[in-house]
C-alpha cells in the first residue's frame, strides 16, 4: 500500500469528470487499497479516486469512531434523495477551509463494490452528506462551488497563497 498525493484546489484535474470502473481486477483493489490508506493518513472521512488524479468513480469513506468500517463505493449513483441536511463540510482537496452547504438529509445509492458486488446503501446525516460530497467530486465538483462569488473568491485566493508558500 501507498499513500497517495492529494491534488490541491484549484487543480484543474479536481474539475474532470471521472469514467466508470469496468474491470474489477487486482488493480482496482489495489488503488481503493492506497485510497484507504490515503484518507486515514490525512486524516479525513472520505476521499474521491479523483482527488488523488485517477478519473475513475470510486469513493472510500469511514465515517466510524474507531476508523474501522470503511465502505467502498465503485460507480455509485444517488437513485433517491429527500430532505435537507445543513452541515459544515471540509474537503482534504481544499485544507482548512470549512463551509456549511445544503445537501439532502437521506440518500439511496446504488453502487458496486471493489470484487464488482453490485449493492444499495440507504445514508442519512454526515453519511449522506459524505457520500453526496464525494460524489460531486467524481462529476469534477468541489464543494466550495457550491457558496457565494465572494467566499469563492476569498477561498481561492486563500488557496493560491498557500500554494506559493509551499514552494
Do not use: W
Request: aromatic share 4%; net charge negative.
Amino acid at each position: 500500500m501507498a499513500i497517495m498525493k492529494i491534488l490541491q484546489y484549484p487543480d484543474e484535474r479536481l474539475h474532470l469528470v471521472a469514467s466508470r470502473v469496468d474491470a474489477f481486477d487486482e488493480g482496482l483493489k489495489t488503488t481503493v487499497a492506497d485510497m484507504l490508506e490515503t484518507m486515514y493518513a490525512a486524516p479525513g472521512i472520505g476521499l474521491a479516486a479523483t482527488q488523488v488524479g485517477i478519473q475513475k468513480q470510486i469513493i472510500v469513506i469511514d465515517i466510524s469512531e474507531n476508523r474501522d468500517d470503511p465502505i467502498v463505493l465503485v460507480n455509485p449513483e444517488i437513485v433517491s434523495k429527500n430532505g435537507k441536511s445543513t452541515l459544515e463540510e471540509g474537503c482534504l482537496s481544499v485544507p482548512g477551509i470549512y463551509e456549511t452547504v445544503d445537501r439532502a438529509e437521506n440518500i439511496e445509492v446504488r453502487a458496486v463494490d471493489e470484487n464488482g458486488r453490485d449493492f444499495e446503501i440507504r445514508a442519512h446525516g454526515l453519511l449522506s452528506v459524505c457520500i453526496q460530497h464525494e460524489i460531486d467530486h467524481l462529476k469534477g465538483r468541489v464543494f466550495i462551488e457550491y457558496l457565494s462569488r465572494l467566499k469563492q473568491t476569498r477561498i481561492l485566493a486563500k488557496m493560491k497563497k498557500l500554494a506559493r508558500e509551499r514552494m
